[in-house]
Structures are given as structure tokens and as C-alpha cells.
């Protein structure tokens, strides 16, 4: 069943300026720049002022779907350049000492379960990671490179053909955006 017209209007703060072109979308804050595009025929985004409207013609229920998406998107395009995107992991080593550092844009974890190869992670670029202690900040605008890089983090430490009850070394999220999930 196709409904008449669906907007959604995202209000911009006075300290955010925006353009937007075929669908690009570029935001800039005080944390930086953020730029996305967000593909779709049907559903059209636009500048008004400092409402940024995103708009779907004779919708159906999938541009419904897509205009609530792309809402979000540009909602937290607008908290990664204003606030940014903050996560943060601990690293919980019981059965060997385990030391984590970051260099020359990569992740490193060496003596993990005893391994003699440390395990490395290419970190994406426009995110920050610092260690300090057992804890991982990671840090930047753009919120799917800061989650991607704090689950491939997690990713590394995966324990494989062991008693997880018992294994319990790794590094976990603990803090997701600002939001505490333990």
C-alpha cells in the first residue's frame, strides 16, 4: 500500500554547516568533517536552511524503511562531527600476560595464550586507538569505522578449540558510544 509523501527532517546546530549533493552528504563540526553517500532513486535528501529534509514521493513501505534509515545516518554524521563516536574495551589476560600497543597504524597483541606470533590489526584510517592500562579507547567521526575497529579488535582475541568457561582471556567491549553494556 503506497502512502502519499514521508519526510523526515534532521535540525542541524548553529555550529554544524552542511551541503549536500546528489545525495552526498558533507557535514562539518568542530570534531571534523563527515561525508556519506546514500544511494537511493527514489528517496531524495535536501538543504533547507540548517534542516537537512529527506524525502520518498508515492513511498511504499520499503522507501519508508529507507528514509528512517537514512535519518539515523545523517543523525549520527552529525554526532560524529560534533561529539564524536567513543568506544572502549578491556583487555582481561588470566592465564598469560598479554601486551597490546599500537604502531605505525596498526594493532598489536603479543603473548596472547602463550602464542609466539603476535596478532595484527590494520587499524582504519580516521579512527584513533589509545591503550592505557587494560583499557582500549577507540575514537573518531565516523561511527561505522569506530565500531568496525573496536569489534575487529574484539575479533582478534577470539578464542578457538578451547573451553570458553575456562579461557577467558580477550579483549571486550565494554562501552559502546557513550553507553555501558556490562
Do not use: W
Request: positive net charge.
Amino acid at each position: 500500500m503506497k502512502q502519499k509523501t514521508i519526510i523526515a527532517e534532521i535540525e542541524l546546530p548553529k555550529d554544524v554547516t552542511a551541503s549536500v549533493v546528489k545525495n552526498n552528504v558533507t557535514l562539518k563540526g568542530k570534531k571534523g568533517e563527515v561525508v556519506r553517500h546514500l544511494p537511493s532513486k527514489k528517496v531524495q535528501i535536501m538543504l533547507e536552511g540548517n534542516i537537512i529534509k529527506v524525502e520518498a514521493k508515492n513511498a511504499s513501505k520499503n522507501e519508508k524503511t529507507i528514509v528512517g534509515s537514512f535519518e539515523s545516518h545523517i543523525k549520527n554524521m552529525v554526532k560524529g562531527c560534533t561529539e564524536g563516536h567513543e568506544y572502549e574495551l578491556k583487555i582481561a589476560s588470566l592465564h598469560f600476560p598479554m601486551n597490546v600497543s599500537v604502531a605505525k597504524g596498526q594493532f598489536i597483541i603479543k603473548n596472547f595464550l602463550g602464542e609466539k606470533i603476535p596478532r595484527v590489526f590494520n587499524l582504519i584510517k580516521g579512527v584513533n586507538v589509545k591503550v592505557e592500562g587494560d583499557k582500549v579507547h577507540v575514537d573518531g567521526n565516523k561511527l561505522e569505522d569506530v565500531s568496525q575497529t573496536a569489534a575487529s579488535i574484539e575479533q582478534l582475541t577470539r578464542i578457538r578449540n578451547r573451553d570458553t568457561r575456562i579461557f577467558q582471556d580477550g579483549i571486550y567491549i565494554i562501552v559502546k558510544d557513550g553507553k555501558s553494556i556490562m
